[in-house]
Nanobody
Framework: QVQLVESGGGLVQAGGSLRLSCAVS????????MGWFRQAPGKGREFVAT????????SYADSVKGRFTISRDNAKNTVWLQMSSLKPEDTAVYYC????????????WGQGTQVTVSS
């Protein structure tokens, strides 16, 4: 089983940037597609971005397209989410998730990191 630990959250003003990191341990990262999700207060968890095991394919929620970039380095066992032009509505707990390449659902989640964007 893979373990995920997110970091890099914090408080930032609107228009600012943050880079979240997801450190992966326990299994070879290249066996997993990876994703970022978020959950705002009083709302359900929503998809933010995903990246294929090789990094060759990425996908984003419409709400973050053009502002966020997901990337990975399998040799460093790390996945990142670069967030720019942040808006107050981006405030949420951000979660890293792993999906085995043979699976259709994410089966491992990190503990989350809080991102707060002030107006």
């Amino acid at each position: 089983q893979v373990q995920l630990v997110e970091s890099g959250g914090g408080l930032v003003q609107a228009g600012g940037s943050l880079r979240l990191s997801c450190a992966v341990s326990g299994r070879t990262l290249s066996r997993y597609d990876m994703g970022w999700f978020r959950q705002a207060p009083g709302k359900g968890r929503e998809f933010v971005a995903t990246i294929s095991w090789s990094g060759g394919r990425t996908s984003y929620a419409d709400s973050v397209k053009g502002r966020f970039t997901i990337s990975r380095d399998n040799a460093k066992n790390t996945v990142w989410l670069q967030m720019s032009s942040l808006k107050p509505e981006d405030t949420a707990v951000y979660y890293c998730a792993a999906r085995p390449t043979i699976a259709t659902t994410y089966n491992t989640w990190g503990q989350g990191t809080q991102v707060t964007v002030s107006s």
